[in-house]
């Protein structure tokens, strides 16, 4: 499926290695892609014919640079028939290189938006000494990006979450929230107006560190949140790493078991009717034998 001449693709893939161990990575992290937009049903069927616009975001991180080539490789290909938008939202972070990626975009050739907004100085102001940054910084980003799609005509709003993110979302909400619920790969927003899509569900977050190591792209790290100590977040990653260095594989177990819930196995009686579970042997009551609530 790969092409040998990879720098007549797309500039992101100028200089990509011709190694066979990076033609199977870059396989890979396609045909992952791909399955995760296909499965989830992430290009919309327009009835006029027109092609859905995304805004794809871009923190500077290796799983945003991974996402943004692998997409352009689906356009390429005639699998992914969509308009694509760039995104970086500077949030005004002490240090952040605000040159860098409009300088890769512009380089690449890629369409893009970049935005200015100073939530910092917010997540600073009200998050009580001591406290992580995440929860906030994060609905501040949204917010503002759902904004910049409404302006910029997308239907939808691309992240960079990858398997791995879903897997420790999961666990944080299992352990910390008291629920089971993860990382949706499609959801509609609050007002209902924008998809939000996450279109590498599927793929390792190795496979995407090893690609964008490979490809050179100039990471921006975030010293925001990724400074604290303690976050719940990394205390997850290690339990996982600990498991998959004890059993190679079992992250993969794992997010197929997000695949694969059964209700009627599990203990919500808002998901499956156990009370109108019946036998072939249950009598059929009247109302006046009905069995009395307990008090």
Same mark, same amino acid.
């Given at each position: 499926?790969?092409?040998?001449?990879?720098?007549?693709?797309?500039?992101?893939?100028?200089?990509?290695?011709?190694?066979?161990?990076?033609?199977?990575?870059?396989?890979?992290?396609?045909?992952?892609?791909?399955?995760?937009?296909?499965?989830?049903?992430?290009?919309?069927?327009?009835?006029?014919?027109?092609?859905?616009?995304?805004?794809?975001?871009?923190?500077?991180?290796?799983?945003?640079?991974?996402?943004?080539?692998?997409?352009?490789?689906?356009?390429?290909?005639?699998?992914?028939?969509?308009?694509?938008?760039?995104?970086?939202?500077?949030?005004?972070?002490?240090?952040?290189?605000?040159?860098?990626?409009?300088?890769?975009?512009?380089?690449?050739?890629?369409?893009?938006?970049?935005?200015?907004?100073?939530?910092?100085?917010?997540?600073?102001?009200?998050?009580?000494?001591?406290?992580?940054?995440?929860?906030?910084?994060?609905?501040?980003?949204?917010?503002?990006?759902?904004?910049?799609?409404?302006?910029?005509?997308?239907?939808?709003?691309?992240?960079?979450?990858?398997?791995?993110?879903?897997?420790?979302?999961?666990?944080?909400?299992?352990?910390?929230? /008291? +629920?089971?619920?993860? #990382?949706?790969?499609? *959801?509609? !927003?609050?007002?209902?107006?924008?998809? %939000?899509?996450?279109? =590498?569900?599927?793929?390792?977050?190795?496979?995407?560190?090893?690609?964008?190591?490979?490809?050179?792209?100039?990471?921006?790290?975030?010293?925001?949140?990724?400074?604290?100590?303690?976050?719940?977040?990394?205390?997850?990653?290690?339990?996982?790493?600990?498991?998959?260095?004890?059993?190679? /594989? +079992?992250?993969?177990? #794992?997010?197929?078991? *997000?695949? !694969?819930?059964?209700?009627?196995?599990? %203990?919500?009686?808002? =998901?499956?009717?156990?009370?109108?579970?019946?036998?072939?042997?249950?009598?059929?009551?009247?109302?006046?034998?009905?069995?009395?609530?307990?008090?």
């Amino acid at each position: 499926m790969l092409d040998d001449d990879l720098d007549a693709i797309h500039p992101l893939f100028a200089g990509a290695p011709t190694t066979t161990a990076f033609k199977k990575l870059r396989k890979r992290i396609v045909r992952n892609t791909r399955e995760a937009i296909e499965q989830y049903g992430m290009v919309e069927k327009r009835e006029d014919g027109s092609r859905p616009r995304w805004l794809v975001c871009l923190s500077g991180g290796k799983d945003s640079y991974t996402m943004l080539a692998v997409l352009y490789e689906l356009k390429w290909r005639g699998l992914l028939p969509v308009d694509l938008l760039a995104c970086n939202l500077d949030q005004g972070q002490p240090g952040f290189p605000a040159t860098v990626l409009p300088e890769f975009l512009g380089k690449m050739e890629v369409p893009n938006r970049i935005e200015y907004q100073d939530t910092y100085s917010i997540v600073m102001d009200k998050v009580p000494a001591g406290r992580t940054f995440c929860a906030l910084c994060s609905r501040l980003r949204r917010g503002n990006l759902y904004r910049i799609a409404r302006e910029e005509g997308c239907s939808a709003v691309v992240l960079g979450h990858h398997r791995d993110d879903i897997l420790e979302t999961f666990f944080m909400n299992l352990f910390h929230g /008291g +629920r089971l619920a993860t #990382m949706p790969p499609k *959801l509609v !927003n609050e007002e209902g107006d924008l998809f %939000l899509y996450r279109p =590498l569900a599927h793929v390792a977050e190795a496979d995407c560190e090893k690609f964008a190591r490979d490809m050179n792209y100039p990471i921006i790290p975030c010293d925001l949140c990724g400074s604290q100590d303690g976050l719940q977040r990394q205390q997850v990653k290690q339990i996982l790493d600990q498991w998959e260095s004890n059993s190679p /594989g +079992r992250r993969q177990v #794992m997010f197929r078991a *997000l695949m !694969n819930a059964r209700p009627s196995h599990l %203990l919500d009686p808002k =998901l499956f009717d156990f009370m109108g579970l019946t036998t072939k042997n249950t009598p059929d009551l009247t109302e006046s034998e009905e069995i009395p609530t307990l008090r």
